[in-house]
């Protein structure tokens, strides 16, 4: 290997010296740092861009926003949470945010700074806090493999833990863990305070015997795991999740007064309406269709999406923006919403309501006769809805079965909007974004707030015309910011990495199912895959395959395009009620156009990049909350019924067992290779498989089988299953991943531990 200490300047050096600088310097690891660095200039710098992509496919860097970095590795601004502390007293931290197959997280030493004259102002972060870090290599190959200095402390004090109270007989209690991954504790009968059996509480940990239970003491009470919403009550504080408004965000909340007409136009006699779910409480885009007059543009048509105007509210630097910062998003539970703004904000001032003047930005878009859009403009408004619709009432007026709101609704203002939506179809048709076929269930919640029943809701066309004048609507915000080279946060969804767009090609091969080699992959490359699949046994199967081989979308300044929807510049601007992301978007449109108040301020607009990294990892914490109070919920519906036996789906495939959801409950469980049988199980990483070696009987991804529930952990979330099907035959198991096979006696996984999901 060369030494990556010398540089030969205006030559592209070999790769290995290459990746180890992009190792020792990820905060110069963008092809521009990399340039300089090596004193790359003209032919070179395209011989440069020529090398990164090649390492880029052999899975040996990877992007990182715009910079480049070693698989595995944190990229240069990071979230993290302090965990604990060196032998040496020094704080460690872990990243906030980990993929379940990525490994152990890496552990990060947090700089502590002993220059008092430096200019540059480190927070002093302590245990338990979750900060946003700028990350170093550690030079000390004693250490952990990071140092991190200290750009922002996020949230302070995430060290106690959460538990349900379990009382003893001989006095005192125990703390059960919720996580998983926790460890049981003891609480004695002085650090009790008013807890009571069966209550969730938070504790703070004390110092551990050196034999026996780490001992705790309750900090306070959240309430009974027995009461209605104990469920999300309990993601959201394992979680870390916001929501208790501070009392100066709810006065400020409070004192806002509605909006002027100052620099506006007024457009309340638009009959714009809102097409949201009929249990919808906050309204924030409302939609209208017409021809467009012009001789110019025959048979075409003009699309208003109107959305909310919250920068005119919550302003950068106040105590709500800083709280709408701090939670990142709204969080949607099946029994409550954690909401990024206050009530008198998100249901009243900013919601669109039916018949009231409510501010608003504009955007009108022409498109043509064949969906291609013809041009847009951006206007700042006042509005007032004409109607407020729910998407059923919407579909059943077109439909032909219209009731006493609607009807009057339909020939001005519903058939003009599906009308523009099959011209505005004719162009995501030709477009072809990927169309994975991944119905989402719905929990239904009595009214103590256990489950009733899973569901799955119809997809309306109402759905789909909302979704794509919204999709229209976020390109419309991208392309008027980059004309006016005005600074933005995108959203952004890179193409599949080579190395997973290899373990789909090999699974499908053993369906018989090509896939190209090499060349740009597009969205509508997966498409034909899944045509290829559809009404065949393999349809869910692949249609699982295809979702884990894409990339996760982030928001970055940086535009990497979106190759889901298939679109070069988007941006989310629809949704600044409950998307901070999409109120950066507000502020930019306003400071681009001069138009007026609320704008984006030159210093956040310098912050782009960490606000980016921050509301990316809310929203990833969001998701998690979610799907584990999903978990939680079945689990504890489940709880009853252990013994019994299920109808289900093979959804995953280790070497240390089966998952399998229950597709009737939308839940996933796991079946330990240990419980599968005698046999010698091999697993086949290209057919996502476990094989028997002996009998060469298997279970692959997909599979339909029954299984029997052996135990349901409510407060984890986690259940365990019993496989009651035979296996099928598969023949040999390919063993050119994993040549480790797992035999009946085999330790097994902890049960109810999820795959990685993409999205």
Same mark, same amino acid.
Request: glycine fraction near 6%.
């Given at each position: 290997m060369g030494d990556p200490n010398v540089i030969v300047h205006g030559v592209v050096p070999p790769r290995d010296i290459l990746l180890q600088f992009i190792s020792d310097n990820p905060d110069r690891a963008s092809k521009r740092e990399i @340039?300089?660095?090596?004193g790359l200039k003209g032919d070179t710098r395209?011989?440069?861009?020529?090398?990164?992509?090649? *390492?880029?496919?052999?899975? *040996?860097? +990877?992007?990182?926003?715009?910079?480049?970095?070693?698989?595995?590795?944190?990229?240069?601004?990071?979230?993290?949470? %302090?965990?604990?502390?060196?032998?040496? $007293?020094?704080l460690i931290a872990r990243p906030a945010e980990w993929p379940d197959d990525g490994g152990v997280a890496p552990a990060v030493l947090i700089r502590q700074s002993s220059d008092n004259r430096s200019k540059s102002k480190t927070p002093a972060a302590g245990l338990g806090d979750r900060v946003l870090a700028k990350i170093f290599p550690n030079k000390d190959r004693s250490g952990p493999a990071y140092t991190a200095r200290v750009v922002k402390i996020i949230d302070k004090h995430r060290n106690a833990s959460l538990g349900v109270i379990r009382m003893m007989p001989e006095g005192g209690?125990? *703390?059960?863990?919720?996580?998983?991954?926790?460890?049981e504790m003891q609480i004695s009968a002085s650090d009790l305070g008013d807890a009571k059996d069966g209550d969730l509480i938070e504790a703070d940990v004390l110092r551990g015997n050196r034999f026996g239970l780490t001992r705790a003491k309750v900090l306070s009470v959240i309430g009974s795991v027995a009461s209605e919403k104990a469920i999300s009550m309990i993601a959201i504080y394992?979680?870390?999740? /916001?929501?208790?408004?501070?009392?100066?965000?709810?006065?400020?909340?409070?004192?806002?007064?509605?909006?002027?007409?100052?620099?506006?136009e007024d457009w309340r006699h638009v009959p714009l309406v809102t097409i949201d779910p009929a249990d919808a409480k906050d309204h924030d885009d409302a939609v209208y269709a017409e021809p467009d007059p012009s001789p110019d543009n025959p048979d075409g048509v003009i699309v208003t999406v109107a959305i909310a105007d919250v920068s005119y509210y919550v302003r950068t630097g106040s105590p709500l923006d800083r709280e709408a910062l701090k939670r990142g998003n709204s969080v949607y539970f099946p029994d409550r919403v954690v909401p990024m703004l206050p009530e008198r904000i998100s249901n009243n001032l900013c919601s669109l309501r039916e018949g009231e003047d409510r501010p608003a930005l504009a955007v009108r878009m022409v498109f043509s006769k064949d969906g291609k859009k013809a041009g847009h403009t951006f206007h700042r408004i006042m509005m007032k809805s004409a109607a407020?619709?729910?998407?059923?009432?919407?579909? @059943?007026?077109?439909?032909g079965k219209p009731d006493d709101k609607s009807g009057p609704l339909l020939d001005p203002i519903l058939k003009p909007l599906w009308h523009a939506y099959a011209?505005?179809?004719?162009?995501?048709?030709?477009? +072809? /974004?990927?169309?994975?076929?991944?119905?989402?269930?719905? %929990?239904?919640?009595?009214?103590? $707030?256990?489950?009733?029943?899973?569901?799955? /809701?119809?997809? *309306?066309? @109402?759905?789909?015309?909302?979704?794509?004048?919204? %999709?229209?609507?976020?390109?419309?915000? @991208?392309?008027?910011?980059?004309?006016?080279? +005005?600074?933005?946060?995108?959203?952004?969804?890179?193409? /599949?990495?080579l190395a997973k767009q290899e373990v789909l090609r090999e699974f499908l091969a053993t369906l018989g199912i090509p896939m190209a080699k090499g060349g740009q992959v597009r969205a509508n490359s997966f498409n034909g895959i899944l045509a290829k699949a559809e009404d065949t046994p393999h349809q869910v199967m692949v249609n699982e395959m295809v979702l884990r081989s894409q990339s996760q979308a982030v928001y970055s300044p940086d535009n990497l395009g979106h190759f889901g929807l298939n679109l070069m510049k988007y941006a989310h601007f629809t949704s600044p009620i409950r998307r901070y992301a999409d109120l950066i978007v507000h502020r930019a449109l306003v400071r681009a156009l001069g138009l007026g108040e609320g704008g984006l301020s030159p210093e956040e607009e310098t912050q782009l990049d960490d606000i980016a990294a921050e509301i990316s990892t809310f929203e990833r914490r969001a998701m998690a909350a979610e799907r584990d109070t999903i978990n939680r919920l079945i689990a504890h519906h489940l709880a009853e019924r252990v013994g019994q036996e299920f109808e289900g789906r093979v959804s995953g495939v280790t070497k240390a067992g089966l998952f399998v959801t229950l597709p009737t409950y939308g839940a996933d469980g796991f079946v330990p290779v240990s419980t599968l049988g005698s046999d010698y199980f091999v697993y086949d990483e290209a057919r996502q498989a476990l094989i028997g070696e002996r009998h060469g009987l298997g279970y692959q991804l997909g599979d339909s089988?029954?299984?029997r529930l052996a135990e349901a952990i409510p407060l984890a979330g986690a259940l365990r299953f019993e496989m009651l099907s035979e296996g099928q035959k598969m023949g040999v198991a390919?063993?050119?991943?994993?040549?480790?096979?797992?035999?009946?006696?085999?330790?097994?996984?902890?049960? $109810?531990?999820r795959p990685p999901r993409r999205n």
């Open positions: @340039a300089k660095a090596f395209v011989e440069l861009k020529d090398v990164l992509r090649d *390492l880029e496919d052999e899975g *040996l860097l +990877q992007k990182s926003r715009k910079a480049l970095m070693r698989p595995g590795g944190l990229p240069p601004m990071t979230v993290l949470d %302090i965990t604990t502390r060196s032998k040496d $007293g020094e209690a125990r *703390l059960m863990p919720i996580d998983r991954r926790g460890e394992s979680h870390g999740i /916001p929501h208790v408004f501070p009392k100066q965000v709810l006065d400020e909340a409070g004192d806002a007064k509605p909006a002027s007409m100052t620099k506006r407020k619709l729910s998407y059923n009432q919407a579909q @059943a007026a077109i439909d011209i505005m179809k004719r162009g995501r048709d030709r477009r +072809q /974004p990927l169309e994975l076929d991944m119905p989402e269930r719905k %929990i239904l919640l009595k009214p103590d $707030g256990t489950v009733d029943k899973v569901v799955i /809701p119809e997809r *309306l066309d @109402a759905h789909k015309l909302i979704e794509e004048m919204m %999709i229209q609507a976020n390109v419309a915000a @991208a392309e008027t910011l980059e004309k006016q080279r +005005q600074p933005l946060i995108y959203r952004v969804h890179d193409a /599949p990495s089988v029954d299984v390919t063993r050119s991943f994993h040549k480790s096979g797992r035999r009946s006696r085999s330790a097994p996984k902890r049960p $109810g531990t």
